[in-house]
T-cell receptor, first 113, second 114 residues
Framework: GENVEQHPSTLSVQEGDSAVIKCTYSDSASNYFPWYKQELGKRPQLIIDIRSNVGEKKDQRIAVTLNKTAKHFSLHITETQPEDSAVYFCAASTSSGNEKLTFGTGTRLTIIP | ETGVTQSPTHLIKTRGQQVTLRCSSQSGHNTVSWYQQALGQGPQFIFQYYREEENGRGNFPPRFSGLQFPNYSSELNVNALELDDSALYLC?????????????FGPGTRLTVL
C-alpha cells in the first residue's frame, strides 16, 4: 500500500520568512495530494491540494509543487505569520475505487514573532 | 451549506465496552470516510462508505464496523474496546464516485478508554 513520509517533524521560522515542508510517496498510482492544517484541538482543514496533471499550484501565500518522477511534493508558505503556527499534514490518494487518504506524520510549524 | 458534524465530542469508556460514534456529512456529499488519529500522529484510514456500501477498509480489525444511512450520515461502531483505541476519531465527507475529490473533516470525537 501507499506510504507517505514527511519532513521535518518540527520547524521553527522567524515571522516573515518562508517555510517549506516536504513529503514523499511510494505508490506511483497516487494522483491527488492535499495538505491539511490542524490547530490544537481542532479538525484538519484543507488548505491546498494538487493533482498529478499539474506541477505547481499557488493560493496567495501558499504554494504546492509536485514532482511525479521523484514522487515528492512540497508545501511552501511565504511571508509567514503567527497564525500559520499549527501542525501540517500532507496526504496522498489514488482514484482506484475509493478515495482513501494516506497521511504523513505531520510537521509542527512554529512562527517566532 | 452545512459542514460535517460529529457526536459526541468526548467519550470515556472502559475496556471491553462498545461505542457508537456518529457523523453527518456535508450537504450534497455521498461519501463518508472514518479515520483514527492517535496523539501526535497523522490520521489513519479505517474505512469508507459510498452510497451506503463499504468502499474500502484500512488495517483495522473486524471489531471496527460501520454503516451509512440513506441520508448519507454514518456510524462507527467499535466493540470490545482496548486501551489503544483511545484516540481522536474523525469523519470526512466528500462527493465520491472515484473523483478523488476533496475530503472535509468533522471536529472529531475524542474517545478515552480506561
Amino acid at each position: 500500500g501507499e506510504n507517505v513520509e514527511q519532513h521535518p517533524s518540527t520547524l521553527s521560522v522567524q515571522e516573515g520568512d518562508s517555510a517549506v515542508i516536504k513529503c514523499t510517496y511510494s505508490d506511483s498510482a497516487s494522483n491527488y495530494f492535499p495538505w491539511y492544517k490542524q490547530e490544537l484541538g481542532k479538525r484538519p482543514q484543507l488548505i491546498i491540494d494538487i493533482r498529478s496533471n499539474v506541477g505547481e499550484k499557488k493560493d496567495q501565500r501558499i504554494a504546492v509543487t509536485l514532482n511525479k518522477t521523484a514522487k515528492h511534493f512540497s508545501l511552501h508558505i511565504t511571508e509567514t505569520q503567527p497564525e500559520d503556527s499549527a501542525v501540517y499534514f500532507c496526504a496522498a490518494s489514488t482514484s482506484s475505487g475509493n478515495e482513501k487518504l494516506t497521511f504523513g506524520t505531520g510537521t509542527r510549524l512554529t512562527i517566532i514573532p | 451549506e452545512t459542514g460535517v458534524t460529529q457526536s459526541p465530542t468526548h467519550l470515556i469508556k472502559t475496556r471491553g465496552q462498545q461505542v457508537t460514534l456518529r457523523c453527518s456529512s456535508q450537504s450534497g456529499h455521498n461519501t463518508v470516510s472514518w479515520y483514527q488519529q492517535a496523539l501526535g500522529q497523522g490520521p489513519q484510514f479505517i474505512f469508507q462508505y459510498y452510497r451506503e456500501e463499504e468502499n474500502g477498509r484500512g488495517n483495522f480489525p473486524p471489531r471496527f464496523s460501520g454503516l451509512q444511512f440513506p441520508n448519507y450520515s454514518s456510524e462507527l461502531n467499535v466493540n470490545a474496546l482496548e486501551l489503544d483505541d483511545s484516540a481522536l476519531y474523525l469523519c470526512a465527507s466528500s462527493l465520491g464516485g472515484g473523483l478523488t475529490s476533496e475530503q472535509f473533516f468533522g471536529p472529531g470525537t475524542r474517545l478515552t478508554v480506561l
